[in-house]
Nanobody, 119 residues
Framework: QVQLVESGGGLAQPGGSLRLSCKAS????????MSWYRQIPGKERELVAV????????SYADSVKGRFTISRDNAKNTVYLQMNSLKPEDTAVYYC????????????WGQGTQVTVSS
Protein backbone atom coordinates (compact mmCIF):
# COMPACT_ATOMS: atom_id res chain seq x y z
CA GLN A 1 0.00 0.00 0.00
CA VAL A 2 1.33 3.38 -1.02
CA GLN A 3 1.41 6.13 1.58
CA LEU A 4 2.71 9.66 1.52
CA VAL A 5 2.80 11.21 4.97
CA GLU A 6 3.41 14.93 5.33
CA SER A 7 4.66 16.54 8.51
CA GLY A 8 6.15 19.80 9.70
CA GLY A 9 3.19 22.08 9.26
CA GLY A 10 1.98 24.44 11.94
CA LEU A 11 1.83 28.07 12.92
CA ALA A 12 4.57 30.48 11.90
CA GLN A 13 4.93 34.23 12.16
CA PRO A 14 5.33 36.36 9.05
CA GLY A 15 8.99 36.25 8.06
CA GLY A 16 9.45 32.93 9.79
CA SER A 17 10.33 29.50 8.46
CA LEU A 18 8.92 26.01 8.37
CA ARG A 19 10.23 22.79 6.87
CA LEU A 20 7.75 20.29 5.52
CA SER A 21 8.60 16.62 5.04
CA CYS A 22 6.89 13.98 2.94
CA LYS A 23 7.82 10.41 3.78
CA ALA A 24 6.85 7.78 1.22
CA SER A 25 6.22 4.09 1.78
CA UNK A 26 5.23 1.41 -0.70
CA UNK A 27 7.08 3.10 -3.56
CA UNK A 28 10.62 4.07 -4.41
CA UNK A 29 10.83 7.83 -4.83
CA UNK A 30 13.67 7.45 -7.31
CA UNK A 31 11.02 6.51 -9.92
CA UNK A 32 8.87 9.54 -9.23
CA UNK A 33 8.79 13.24 -9.91
CA MET A 34 7.84 14.84 -6.61
CA SER A 35 5.78 17.96 -6.07
CA TRP A 36 4.29 20.12 -3.36
CA TYR A 37 0.87 21.67 -3.88
CA ARG A 38 -1.21 23.89 -1.64
CA GLN A 39 -4.89 24.62 -1.34
CA ILE A 40 -7.00 27.27 0.30
CA PRO A 41 -10.66 26.44 1.02
CA GLY A 42 -12.80 27.33 -1.97
CA LYS A 43 -9.84 27.55 -4.34
CA GLU A 44 -8.16 25.11 -6.71
CA ARG A 45 -5.08 23.23 -5.64
CA GLU A 46 -1.98 25.19 -6.68
CA LEU A 47 1.39 23.76 -7.74
CA VAL A 48 4.11 25.18 -5.49
CA ALA A 49 7.28 23.30 -6.42
CA VAL A 50 8.49 20.30 -8.43
CA UNK A 51 11.67 18.27 -8.28
CA UNK A 52 12.42 15.81 -11.06
CA UNK A 53 13.52 12.30 -10.33
CA UNK A 54 16.76 12.50 -12.28
CA UNK A 55 19.20 15.31 -11.78
CA UNK A 56 17.04 16.98 -9.20
CA UNK A 57 16.05 19.89 -11.42
CA UNK A 58 13.41 22.08 -9.78
CA SER A 59 10.63 24.47 -10.69
CA TYR A 60 8.69 26.90 -8.52
CA ALA A 61 5.55 28.96 -8.63
CA ASP A 62 6.37 32.64 -9.08
CA SER A 63 4.77 33.39 -5.71
CA VAL A 64 7.36 31.32 -3.82
CA LYS A 65 10.52 31.71 -5.92
CA GLY A 66 13.48 32.73 -3.83
CA ARG A 67 11.68 31.81 -0.60
CA PHE A 68 10.90 28.09 -0.86
CA THR A 69 13.29 25.24 -1.66
CA ILE A 70 12.26 21.72 -2.60
CA SER A 71 14.72 18.87 -2.11
CA ARG A 72 14.70 15.10 -1.99
CA ASP A 73 16.58 12.30 -0.29
CA ASN A 74 15.88 9.15 -2.26
CA ALA A 75 17.77 7.03 0.25
CA LYS A 76 15.31 8.16 2.94
CA ASN A 77 12.36 8.10 0.53
CA THR A 78 11.58 11.63 1.65
CA VAL A 79 10.94 14.98 0.01
CA TYR A 80 11.24 18.32 1.77
CA LEU A 81 9.94 21.83 1.34
CA GLN A 82 11.95 24.50 3.14
CA MET A 83 9.79 27.59 3.46
CA ASN A 84 11.48 30.85 4.43
CA SER A 85 10.27 34.44 4.63
CA LEU A 86 6.74 33.18 5.11
CA LYS A 87 3.82 35.47 4.31
CA PRO A 88 0.20 35.32 5.47
CA GLU A 89 -0.78 34.44 1.91
CA ASP A 90 1.24 31.21 2.24
CA THR A 91 -1.43 29.95 4.63
CA ALA A 92 -2.90 26.78 3.13
CA VAL A 93 -3.02 23.03 3.38
CA TYR A 94 0.14 21.68 1.74
CA TYR A 95 0.03 18.37 -0.12
CA CYS A 96 2.79 16.11 -1.35
CA UNK A 97 2.39 14.43 -4.76
CA UNK A 98 4.31 11.56 -6.37
CA UNK A 99 4.03 11.11 -10.15
CA UNK A 100 5.68 8.09 -11.74
CA UNK A 101 8.00 9.10 -14.56
CA UNK A 102 6.56 6.46 -16.95
CA UNK A 103 3.14 5.32 -15.66
CA UNK A 104 0.62 8.20 -15.40
CA UNK A 105 -1.83 6.15 -13.34
CA UNK A 106 0.77 5.77 -10.61
CA UNK A 107 0.02 9.13 -9.07
CA UNK A 108 -0.29 9.52 -5.32
CA TRP A 109 -1.22 12.20 -2.80
CA GLY A 110 -0.56 12.71 0.86
CA GLN A 111 -3.24 13.69 3.34
CA GLY A 112 -2.00 17.27 3.64
CA THR A 113 -0.53 19.38 6.42
CA GLN A 114 -1.84 22.76 7.53
CA VAL A 115 0.45 25.77 7.38
CA THR A 116 -0.77 28.96 9.01
CA VAL A 117 1.20 32.18 8.84
CA SER A 118 -0.06 34.76 11.28
CA SER A 119 1.15 37.17 13.91
Amino acid sequence: QVQLVESGGGLAQPGGSLRLSCKASGIFLSSYHMSWYRQIPGKERELVAVIRRIGGSTSYADSVKGRFTISRDNAKNTVYLQMNSLKPEDTAVYYCNAAHFLIPSNNYWGQGTQVTVSS
